[in-house]
């Protein structure tokens, strides 16, 4: 089984960028479906983003569409999340989770998941 770190959060301003990178460790990382998720204070945890094994197919909430781009590299066993055009209503807790097996949008469907990185976007 698959651990992961998210690294890459911060503070910035509105329309700023961000990536967010997901370090998997296991040698089996491409087996692994991936997704971003985010949890906002006093809200629940939503879908943000997901990634096919292979990297090919992609899926992206209403709310990020056209400024989120997710990306792996399964030689570096990393995924990422390239955040632009960033807005106030995007901070939150970032997570990625990974499932083996095709991607979703559920959380519930997700086994593994990091700790956890903060993106706080000021107006």
């Known amino acids: 089984q698959v651990q992961l770190v998210e690294s890459g959060g911060g503070l910035v301003q509105a329309g700023d960028s961000l990536r967010l990178s997901c370090a998997a460790s296991?040698?089996?990382?491409?087996?692994?479906?991936v997704g971003w998720f985010r949890q906002a204070p006093g809200k629940e945890r939503e879908f943000v983003a997901h990634i096919s094994l292979s990297g090919r197919s992609t899926r992206y909430a209403d709310s990020v569409k056209g400024r989120f781009t997710i990306s792996r590299d399964n030689s570096k066993n990393t995924v990422y999340l390239q955040m632009n055009s960033l807005k106030p209503e995007d901070t939150a807790v970032y997570y990625c989770?990974?499932?083996?097996?095709?991607?979703?949008?559920?959380?519930?469907?997700?086994?593994?998941w990091g700790q956890g990185t903060q993106v706080t976007v000021s107006s």
């Open positions: 296991g040698r089996t990382f491409s087996s692994y479906a």
């Open positions: 989770a990974a499932r083996n097996g095709i991607s979703t949008t559920a959380l519930l469907d997700y086994s593994t």
